[in-house]
Structures are given as C-alpha cells and as structure tokens.
C-alpha cells in the first residue's frame, strides 16, 4: 500500500457517504455507499479477501475519492446516480430496461392512452414496465372497452377546434370516440375518463366503477335503457377483471414488496406492487455481481433504483429479511406471518421460478457458464476446499449375501463419465457385510490410483450413513490420503449428507443443483451395482448347473456357453451338436445327466 493511500484512508471521515476507487489511469473502478466511510473503505485494506476479483480491485487501486452526505439512505441514492452514470468494471450492473413495454398517458389535450417502449420525458405518465405483455394488452383492451379514448394524434387545442380544422373519422362513426376533435365532447368531459382509466391501471377500481355507475344511472333516468345496458355490461366487465387481479388479502393496500434469490455470479430481484388487494405490478430482473454483495446490500439498492425507475411512493414496503436501509416516510416491515407473509412468499417464488428460467437458457446457449457455476455452487453447499470436478461415488449391491459386488461410478464436471466405471467382486469379506465391504473397496480402488499414478477426485461419495462413511475412512487413513481428498455419506431416508467425525448431516434444499447432483450420483452407483450384480449372479447360477456334472470343467463349460449361449439351449441340444463343440465323452456326460434330472423331476 502507497503513501497516498495511507494517508487518505487515515483522513477519512467516520459519516455517511459515497466513495469512488480510481486505478493509476485515472480510470473509475469501483463506486460504493457507507453509513461510515472511515470504516467501510479501511475494510478493504485491513483484512485478506476470499474473492480474486477483489483481491485484484483491491490491487488496482490507486486514488480515493469521497462525497459526503446526510445519510445513508441519501449515500445510496447518490451511489445509485452515479453507478448509472459512469458505469465502472466493477459494479453491479443496473438495467435501464427500456425493452419492456410500458402504458403511456399522453400530457396533451384529450390525451391519448397506447402502450410504448420509449419513455419521452416531456411530462406524460407512465406505467410499468410490464414484463408480461399479454397482461398489458388485456388491461388496454379492457380501457378500450369501457372508454371510447381517441386513437388520433390531432393537435386538439382549444383554437384548433374552434376553428373546425379537424373533422371526425370512422372511430366516431363506429362508436369508439365521442368526436372531441369537432367539439362534439368536452375536455372536463373526457378528462373524467382519463382520471378513471388511472385509478385502472393503478389497480383501484371504486373510481372507475362509480364513474360507470353514475352514467348508467343518469341513461336510466332520461329512459335511454339501450345505452343503460351498455354502462352496465362495463360495469360487469370491470369487475370480472377486478375479481381476476385481487389474488391477496384486500387488507394490503398501497403496498411495495421486494425479494431477492442469488447465487455467486448473479441476484434475482423481484418487485411487486399491491394496490387494494390486489396485485397491480410484478417485475424481476438478473443482476450481474462483480464483488462479493451480500443480498441485504443487493435489495437495498433494488429498493432505491426500482423506486426511482417506478415512481414508486408507497408508505410500507415489505422485505423477507432485516435491512439497515431507513427511507424518509416510508416504513420497511418483515412480515412473519399470515397474508403479508404469504406475499413476500410469494415474490421470493418469483425470483426462483425467473432464476430457474435463466439457468435453463443458460445451459442450452453456454453450458460451460452453466456448468462452472454449478460446479462453484457445490463448493459452497458442501463447504469443499475446491470445485468437485471429479467425483466418485460407491454403493454396494448383495442378494442375501451372494456374489457381493460394489460399484464406483465417476463423475467429471457433474456429468456421468462411463468409461471409467468399475465394478469390483467382493474378495475378502463374508456374507452381507455392507462396512468391511465398502472399506476392502476402497482401499483396493485407490491403492491402484496412486500405484498407477492416476488422478484423484477433489470428493469421493459414499451412498449409507456414518458406519459406512466410517468404513471408507478406514482405507483413506491407511493410504494417507485423510486431507488430500473429500468424502462425505449420502443416506437416503432423508438425504442427509454426513462428514467425517461430525455427528450432524447436513440437509439440503430438496430443490439444491448440489443435492441433485450427489442424487445422480448415487443413484448412478446403485443402478451400476445392481445390473452388474444381477449379470454375475445369473451367470454363476448357469455355471453352478453345469459345474454339477462330473468331468466337466471350467474350460469345457465356457466353450458350451459361447457357442449355445445358455443353459437351457445345451439341455435341449442332441448329442451330435454336443459332440462337434466339446468331444463324444463329455457330450454323452452331459446328456445323460439332463436325461437323470428329467427322470428324478418327473
């Protein structure tokens, strides 16, 4: 560390605010927020980081700048700024997505109402983005229905109409515009429909329904019941799509709910907006990490960049976990029970279902991204010393203690590698002996390993609990190689994964790319197993038949099984066919003692 740094971090102020690292080009790297500076920025030089990206930031850093500001939460606003501004390597990267289609309320007289991908900022509202687009255009069909909004895009100002420059089109003929454009419909008048079609979109019903109500009662009233019919036909409309969209509790009113899913390379946001009950809005979106972001420091700033994108002013905002995050009148609650549980439940559903969806695009158009990640995520799960690459995995298969067999099945980058399957035939082990079985295995696998100088695995999986893992321990002890690679049970009443000399099994998340791999795994091994166990037993109760006649031996008993293939086809050969495989003497042997056997059966 040089002078300069020294010396600034030493003259840093303990009070909120925003920092920005520049490497020796004066280039931006990294821009982050602190309650306190002082102490957020030494943090990055008083202590030796896990993550090489930013041990290398970390190296790259050659000058620190700092803003100071009120608060926290005014430092992540500032953050939030100037990470969209200036976009350095190193942070996480903030979508604008413009892609997504928005509804526009257009700031003009009789203003138009159309769904748009680019926002213009020239005073007009929007709403969204919505990322399902049937939803939106389902809504816009419904304003279209109950509304009659024009389509043109006139210049209706008061002069213009009054001096009969526009003339009315076949939207007013056909009955889709009231002709504002000829003076035929107020502006009071059609403003009083836009005020309705907001609370629409915004998800409150009550205004536009009494809006509905009061002109079918005023056509009732002038005995206009055709058109009455009409009002009230909208009026059912409305609440058929009303009674669609209310899917929570109508108690939760005005409410934003925010959960994140995450792994090492990425955070999945998503936001909901709930507005009498009913779901209005519900957005998520991948976040590309660069560091090592915690997730309470990822959904702190979702909340400050998903407000500030969509207007978002409600005064409760739901989280699944505590945040430091304080936000001038607007309070952040962690529901633990009932309906605004369920809620935030639900949005933490959101980003799992969406992070699933990713990864599925993921394997299909990069499968080594998707495999290195799984590969790093098992590292986590299953706190390794390095990715498990190479992996092995054993289970043994006995019938009632005959022909014990046991299978090592080996998986390279998470994925079955069958050339390097073997089987092993028990030697040295009596009758149904599932540990000293998988200890004589092991040892036998792994004594040629390193005879042959063969690469080990970084995790070798045991499929039993503690007495089997304990087993195989055994033979890593006596080899040495305690230290050297990772082993680790697998039981399978409730999959709990065991560790050496740790009485508690770890459980996974039943859904875990972790746990479905050590599943594959061990399923893997015991499918193995069983084949080559049950092809071995088959082939010694053939053998033991034959083996039973005098004067037939081995040798003799693999030449009549190559050329007639079973048993039951050398029973039903003729002596002559016999003869021409093995010679007239032991030909007449075998036949004369299937000819016994038919007599002593009969």
């Known amino acids: 560390m040089d002078d300069n740094i020294k010396l600034k971090l030493a003259s840093l102020p303990e009070t909120p605010g925003v920092y920005q690292y520049y490497n020796k080009k004066g280039d931006l790297l990294y821009i982050g927020k602190a309650k306190n500076l002082k102490r957020r920025v030494n943090s990055y030089f ?11 930031l970390v190296s790259n850093i050659d000058n620190i700048e700092t803003i100071n500001v009120n608060s926290e939460y005014d430092a992540l606003l500032l953050e939030n700024n100037l990470i969209k ?14 892609t997504y289609p928005w509804i526009c309320i257009k700031k003009e007289h009789f203003p138009r109402i159309f769904y748009t991908r680019n926002i213009i900022k020239d005073g007009s ?12 255009k389902v809504l816009l069909g419904l304003i279209k229905e109950l509304y009659q909004i024009r389509t043109c895009s006139y210049d209706l100002n008061e002069k213009n109409i009054e001096n009969n420059k526009y003339k009315v089109c076949l939207e007013y003929h056909i009955g889709n515009c009231q002709g504002p454009c000829e003076g035929y419909q107020t502006e009071e008048e059609y403003n009083k429909q836009i005020a309705a079609i907001r609370s629409i979109i915004k998800g409150e019903f009550n205004e536009a329904k009494q ?19 009409m009002v009230k036909e909208k009026i059912e409309a409305l609440q058929n799509y009303q009674a669609r969209s209310t899917i929570v509790s109508p108690t939760i009113t005005n409410v934003d709910v925010f959960s994140i899913t995450s792994d090492e390379e990425y955070a999945y946001v998503n936001f909901m907006k709930i507005y009498h009950g009913a779901i209005i809005q519900s957005y998520t979106e991948e976040w590309k990490k ?14 400050i960049d998903f407000s500030e994108r969509f207007n978002l002013t409600s005064k409760e905002i739901y989280v699944p976990f505590e945040l430091s995050l304080e936000i001038p009148f607007r309070k952040i609650v962690v529901p633990k029970i009932g309906d605004k549980k369920q809620i935030v439940d639900l949005s933490i559903k959101n980003t799992k279902i969406y992070r699933l969806e990713q990864l599925k695009q993921t394997k299909i158009v990069d499968p080594d991204r998707h495999t290195n990640r799984i590969m790093n995520q098992m590292k986590i799960d299953l706190r390794l010393p390095e990715e498990p690459r190479h992996i092995e995995g054993f289970d043994n298969s006995n019938i009632q203690g005959t022909n014990p067999v046991s299978a090592c099945v080996v998986f390279k980058n998470g994925k079955p590698s069958k050339k390097d399957y073997r089987i092993f035939n028990v030697k040295t082990v009596e009758g149904p002996n599932d540990f000293a079985t998988m200890e004589e295995v092991i040892e036998r696998r792994y004594t040629r390993v390193l005879a042959e100088g063969e690469s080990l695995p970084q995790l070798i999986l045991i499929d039993g609990g503690k007495g089997q893992l304990s087993s ?32 508690y099994p770890l459980y996974l998340d039943k859904n875990s790319e972790t746990l479905k791999v050590l599943q594959h795994v061990r399923d893997e091994s015991h499918r193995f197993g069983i084949t080559r166990h049950r092809n071995r037993r088959s082939k010694n109760a053939y053998n033991s038949v034959l083996e039973e006649i005098d004067g037939i031996g081995p040798q003799t008993i693999k030449e009549l099984l190559t050329n007639f293939k079973s048993v039951e086809r050398i029973k039903n050969a003729s002596l002559l066919e016999l003869t021409d495989v093995i010679g007239k003497s032991k030909a007449k042997k075998i ?11 009969n």
């Open 46 to 56: 008083n202590k030796q980081h896990d993550s090489k990206r930013l041990r290398v």
């Open 472 to 503: 195989a321990l055994k033979s890593i002890d006596k080899l040495g190689l305690r230290g050297k690679v990772s082993v680790i049970g697998i039981a399978k009443r409730l999959e709990e994964i065991y560790y050496p000399e740790d009485p």
């Open 125 to 136: 509202e929007y709403f969204g983005p919505y990322s399902n687009v049937k939803t939106m």
């Open 591 to 601: 036949k004369d003692y299937f000819s016994n056997d038919k007599k002593s059966t």
């Open 85 to 98: 501004e200036h976009q350095p390597r190193y942070n996480i990267l903030l979508k604008d997505d413009k």
């Open 290 to 303: 660069k560091l090592d972001e915690t997730d309470e420091d990822l959904l702190e700033r979702a909340i």
């Open 211 to 229: 809006y509905l109500v009061d002109q079918m009662t005023t056509y009732a009233s002038d005995l206009k019941f055709e058109k009455a019919q």
